[in-house]
């Protein structure tokens, strides 16, 4: 089955630190990937996404993310990170068969001021 | 605001009430989805609506059932269940039935608790 595997279960950084969270997918087809990220009390909401062309996404509040198809992984990065970045960050795989949206089971970010 | 507004954001029931939950977007989009979150585990995809027309149903039990009256509304119809099922209740939607192919804009949930 196809599935979607996000390593780090919580990540606790300071303010200014760096931040790379791991996403994996099992599908050996086209995908189309995107990263959710859900802050304390509102929706989730798409930070970028990748369908083809670059496989270095820019999306917003300065995060982007790197598609490497031989790895089947589409890591999220930020240079910086700040405390409003303090949030669930999810990863979702799209295109496969049946055109369902599959998540991974998130990753929360805490960011000490 | 996301433009996909769900209602109530809270709901405590007991296992032999019967609820719903409702879910409102107000951009023009032709697909909406269920889909439930619960704690440390993937948000799980219940059901599919693509133009008022049930397109997928993930093995979820009877004792939920979807209502698509028209492409903006979107009921989850609620009764004898389980405390297992608390959850958080998602409701999204997007212009295009396949939602992996597409961005899909994502209601702020129901709490669901069963008591």
């Known amino acids: 089955a196809q599935s979607v595997s996000q390593h780090n279960h919580h990540v606790i950084l300071s303010e200014a630190a760096s931040l790379e969270l791991g996403c994996n997918y099992s599908?050996?087809?086209?995908?189309?990937l995107f990263w959710y990220v859900q802050y304390p009390g509102q929706h989730l909401q798409l930070l970028l996404k990748?369908?083809?062309?670059?496989?270095l996404v820019k999306g917003i509040k300065g995060f982007e993310a790197e598609f490497i198809k031989s790895k089947f992984s589409f890591n999220l990065r930020k240079p910086s990170v700040q405390w409003s970045d303090t949030a669930e960050y999810f990863c979702?795989?799209?295109?496969?068969?049946?055109?369902?949206?599959?998540f991974g089971q998130g990753t929360e970010l805490s960011v000490k001021p | 605001e996301t433009g996909v507004t769900q209602t109530p954001r809270h709901l405590v029931m007991g296992m032999t009430n019967k609820k719903s939950l409702k879910c409102e977007q107000h951009?023009?989009?032709?697909?909406m989805y269920w889909y439930k979150q619960s704690a440390k585990k993937p948000l799980e995809l219940m059901f599919v609506?693509?133009?008022?027309?049930?397109?997928e149903n993930n093995s979820v039990p009877s004792r939920f059932s979807p209502e698509c009256p028209n492409s903006s509304h979107l009921f989850l119809h609620l009764h004898t269940l389980q405390p297992e099922d608390s959850a958080l209740y998602l409701c999204?939607?997007?212009?295009?039935?396949?939602?992996?192919?597409?961005?899909?804009?994502f209601g702020q949930g129901t709490r669901l608790t069963v008591v």
């Open positions: 599908y050996g087809g086209t995908v189309n």
């Open positions: 979702a795989v799209g295109g496969n068969q049946g055109g369902k949206l599959i």
């Open positions: 609506y693509s133009l008022e027309e049930r397109v």
């Open positions: 999204a939607s997007s212009q295009g039935r396949q939602v992996g192919n597409t961005e899909a804009f």
């Open positions: 990748y369908f083809s062309g670059d496989p």
């Open positions: 951009l023009g989009h032709n697909a």
